[in-house]
């Protein structure tokens, strides 16, 4: 399976004889499996449907699905609000007192009056929403056939840059330890200068502590421990990549150690030259997170 992009778009429409539909759905990438949907007046029903159909083609993304649906036979019908009626009708007797010189209300008057009349709207029976259903639900699956395919056309392009992040990543990692080995003598002479002074300043410093103190600063500017793991993590990344599928948490987490491993490498830097490279290692880093994290 290839890898597969969070981001996608898709819209599909159906149509029966009674109405016609629309399918858009939109995904977007998410930590889980996060789906919302707008489903109209009459197909609230299908709302576990359409979620076990997204949990069957995608396993990460905030994915939204909605259902727009356009009736071609309007179903209306009219009832007349009595009790507004029979509140305006009490109140003739009254108004012919204050004003005399008015004639009695005609009934259409008194049916013009907003409310008296009111529309009962698409009054259509459970089985018509029922016999849609299946009808709009394959168009549904339809339309997640088209985002996955849009979103694993998008894969391939993430895919294609990772790759290219990690060979990067690589390069550097090879310069990286090129610089390093060309630092014993450098650090050697920088240790020798620092022990004299160490012993000018406590001329009765035991050998032991002295042995001690250069064993440390070695320590602590020795970055083969760090390159050995950035190559390590390299070879879980190629291996991920051959892996691909949902491989997004996985590549995420390695991007958490690669950047661990390059601020370790720049804290050790005892060069311009290393902390350069150094800084353009969590660069590249950076950039390989932010395309790891479109992905599935």
């Not at 998008?154 to 060309?182: M, P, S």
Request: with cysteine.
């Amino acid at each position: 399976m290839p890898i597969t992009s969070m981001t996608g778009f898709a819209r599909v429409e159906g149509h029966e004889d009674v109405c016609s539909w629309t399918w858009e759905t939109k995904s977007v990438n998410g930590k889980g499996r996060d789906v919302r949907s707008r489903l109209p007046t009459g197909f609230e029903g299908l709302e576990t449907k359409v979620r076990d159909a997204v949990a069957k083609h995608f396993r990460r993304g905030n994915l939204t699905v909605n259902l727009t649906v356009q009736w071609l036979q309007t179903v209306s019908e009219y009832k007349v609000n009595a009790d507004l009626l029979d509140q305006l009708l009490s109140l003739i007797p009254e108004i012919e007192k204050r004003l005399p010189e008015v004639g009695p209300p005609r009934v259409d008057g008194l049916l013009a009056l907003r409310g008296v009349i009111e529309p009962v709207e698409d009054k259509r029976s459970p089985e018509l929403f029922r016999e849609l259903e299946e009808a709009i639900l394959k168009s549904l699956f339809a339309a997640l056939d088209s985002l996955k395919t849009m979103r694993d056309a998008e894969g391939e392009r993430l895919g294609q840059a990772i790759e290219g992040h990690v060979k990067e990543i690589e390069n550097l990692c090879q310069k990286i330890g090129q610089q390093a080995a060309t630092q014993p003598e450098t650090i050697k002479k920088r240790l020798k200068e620092q022990v004299k002074e160490l012993i000018e300043a406590v001329p009765a410093l035991p050998e032991e502590r002295l042995a001690q103190e250069a064993a440390m600063l070695m320590t602590k500017v020795d970055v083969r421990e760090e390159i050995d793991r950035l190559n390590s993590h390299i070879e879980s990344s190629w291996s991920l990549i051959k892996e691909k599928g949902a491989i997004g948490r996985k590549f995420d987490f390695l991007c958490q150690e690669f950047n661990r491993e390059a601020n370790t490498l720049c804290s050790k830097s005892t060069d311009v030259e290393m902390t350069r490279l150094g800084m353009d290692l969590k660069t590249i880093i950076d950039q390989l997170r932010e395309q790891v994290q479109n992905i599935e």
